[in-house]
């Protein structure tokens, strides 16, 4: 994907643009509104994890028809097949060939709902398309669509009929969010504005393919410092040395949260990263891949209760850069 990077006003005039047609959909979710908009820019992938009910698969959509491009939308099933999701190649009998069917991951957005009620042999096809944006079906390769975003949601894998997403398919996810209850003035207005219908019947898209491929690439061109690159690989390591966790982050979570610090700056009208920026995005982009060792403790002796404790905690003892002459 090669495209021209776009002037500050312009990018900003965009971002706000999409932020507001999004916030007018997700009533007082802000912060999962600009997380769901880096990981788009940062070219990532997106897994909103919650309860039924909360606005899960509205976000999602609401993200999707901000851009005039293709979406799909695959719901996840027990049954469904890997064949459902990548397509398959299908024998013309006229012709003597075989043709391939694109399946529903050829589009620029695809929103896969309740992707862990899935079994994980269906979930391994994403794997490919996330992380290579090609789909290799009977020893032919095909190539995604540029820019090509996952967008999953999944409920807590306490509720019934639901599977683990396997670490391999966690990791291809740049960021994990949780939507949350609404607080009692957010849930009224929701009440008030959708007694004539949904808001996303009046959304409209806010740009198009060639301009979103502009804002990706106006995002990769944001510096990044060598103290700040060094910082968030000390984040990440100390993740791998951690005694309350039996699973630290990869090396792909390390590129991952300095792609998503890149689009934090941009949106935030800045054309370079702050350690702030991997601060603000380190729980969200790091925790989804790592796991607890059972009834794991802080140095104190308190149990542990979550992922997200851990790497807030770590982030906190990681000595922050100083800015210096030599960057």
């Not at 999409?18 to 916030?23: D, F, H, S, V």
């Not at 976000?59 to 695959?74: E, F, K, P, Q, T």
């Not at 060639?210 to 060598?226: D, F, H, K, N, Q």
């Amino acid at each position: 994907m090669s495209a021209e990077p776009m002037g500050a006003e312009e990018f900003g005039e965009l971002a706000s643009s999409i932020r507001l047609a999004m916030n007018g959909v997700m009533d007082g979710k802000p912060d999962a509104v600009d997380t769901a908009l880096a990981v788009l820019l940062a070219e990532g992938h997106l897994l909103i994890e919650d309860v039924p009910g909360v606005g899960k698969t509205m976000l999602a959509r609401a993200l999707a028809r901000c851009i005039d491009g293709s979406v799909n939308r695959i719901q996840f099933t027990p049954d469904l097949l890997p064949a459902d999701i990548t397509g398959v190649s299908v024998y013309r009998q006229q012709l003597g060939t075989f043709e391939f069917t694109p399946g529903p991951i050829f589009a620029h957005i695809v929103i896969g709902d309740e992707i862990n009620r899935a079994s994980p042999k269906t979930q391994s096809a994403l794997l490919e398309c996330m992380e290579e944006g090609l789909v290799t079906v009977d020893g032919h390769t095909h190539a995604l669509a540029a820019p090509f975003l996952v967008v999953a949601t999944q409920n807590p894998i306490e509720m019934e009929g639901t599977y683990a997403l396997p670490e391999a398919q966690r990791d291809r996810f740049m960021a994990r969010i949780s939507i949350g209850y609404p607080d009692a003035e957010s849930e009224a207005r929701m009440v008030r504005d959708r007694e004539h219908g949904s808001p996303l019947e009046r959304l409209a898209p806010v740009i198009d393919v060639t301009g979103l491929r502009r804002m990706i690439a106006t995002v990769r061109e944001i510096y990044v410092s060598p103290a700040v690159e060094r910082y968030a690989v000390a984040i990440v390591q100390a993740t791998r040395e951690e005694p309350a966790l039996r699973l630290g982050a990869s090396p792909r979570a390390t590129l991952q949260l300095v792609r998503a610090a890149r689009a934090r700056a941009a949106m935030d009208g800045r054309d370079f990263v702050l350690p702030d920026d991997i601060d603000a995005l380190a729980t969200t982009v790091l925790s989804h891949r790592m796991l607890l060792v059972p009834r794991a403790q802080h140095p104190d002796g308190r149990p542990a209760r979550s992922v997200d404790e851990v790497v807030e905690r770590i982030v906190a003892a990681t000595t922050v850069p100083v800015p210096s002459a030599g960057g």
